[in-house]
Antibody
Framework: EVQLVESGGGLVQPGRSLRLSCAAS????????MHWVRQAPGKGLEWVSG????????GYADSVKGRFTISRDNAKNSLYLQMNSLRAEDTALYYC????????????????WGQGTMVTVSS | DIQMTQSPSSLSASVGDRVTITCRAS??????LNWYQQKPGKAPKLLIY???SLQSGVPSRFSGSGSGTDFTLTISSLQPEDFATYYC????????FGPGTKVDIK
């Protein structure tokens, strides 16, 4: 079964850090680009970051650039998001999503999604 | 930066209705436009990619059209399981979703 399972969310104070993980199974992980997409409570979808199949191309939304770092470990079929200097506006459900293609920012579409991990930034 | 708008923001419809949702980009994005369906408490689901290509497993009552700046998602005959929020997403440049269209029961 094709599956993405996120973990690592929780309650964190403003300015602190958190690392999200996404475990992939049921498909050839290193054949596809991967992404993080978030959704604040009651709000729409926001693309956060993406990484190509070989980590050769990486992109970030302006809202997280310089604070978040995406990475992947193809040997472990895993995707990560290191989130530093967290702000209240980063509070959201964070989804891991599989691209339909290998490369980044080339006709990207997300065909497999995890169930999300909730990040709450509050003092 | 490219901006995305959707209209309407919400609509009420009945089972069997033909429903059309519009997505507009602030500049041409060729055919780099995808559509997703999201039900409450669930992850989004890819319906249409590249403006008009039906994702595997998606019922044929869903269709997409358009290119350049104007796109539409059409549900030919609304079914009970189609009540949800629909998002467009451009993949021409920095990835961006539209604000969503909520489809509920009339």
């Amino acid at each position: 079964e094709v599956q993405l399972v996120e973990s690592g969310g929780g309650l964190v104070q403003p300015g602190r850090s958190l690392r999200l993980s996404c475990a992939a199974s049921g498909f050839t992980f290193d054949d596809y680009a991967m992404h993080w997409v978030r959704q604040a409570p009651g709000k729409g979808l926001e693309w956060v970051s993406g990484i190509s199949w070989n980590s050769g191309s990486i992109g970030y939304a302006d809202s997280v650039k310089g604070r978040f770092t995406i990475s992947r470990d193809n040997a472990k079929n895993s995707l990560y998001l290191q989130m530093n200097s967290l702000r209240a506006e980063d509070t959201a459900l964070y989804y891991c999503a599989k691209d339909i293609l290998r490369e980044l920012l080339v006709a990207d579409a997300f065909d497999i999604w995890g169930q999300g991990t909730m990040v709450t930034v509050s003092s | 930066d490219i901006q995305m708008t959707q209209s309407p923001s919400s609509l009420s419809a009945s089972v069997g209705d033909r429903v059309t949702i519009t997505c507009r980009a602030s500049q041409s994005i060729s055919s780099y436009l995808n559509w997703y369906q999201q039900k409450p408490g669930k992850a989004p689901k890819l319906l249409i990619y590249a403006a008009s290509s039906l994702q595997s497993g998606v019922p044929s009552r869903f269709s997409g059209s358009g290119s350049g700046t104007d796109f539409t998602l059409t549900i030919s005959s609304l079914q009970p399981e189609d009540f949800a929020t629909y998002y467009c997403q451009q993949s021409y440049s920095t990835l961006l979703f539209g604000p969503g269209t909520k489809v509920d029961i009339k």
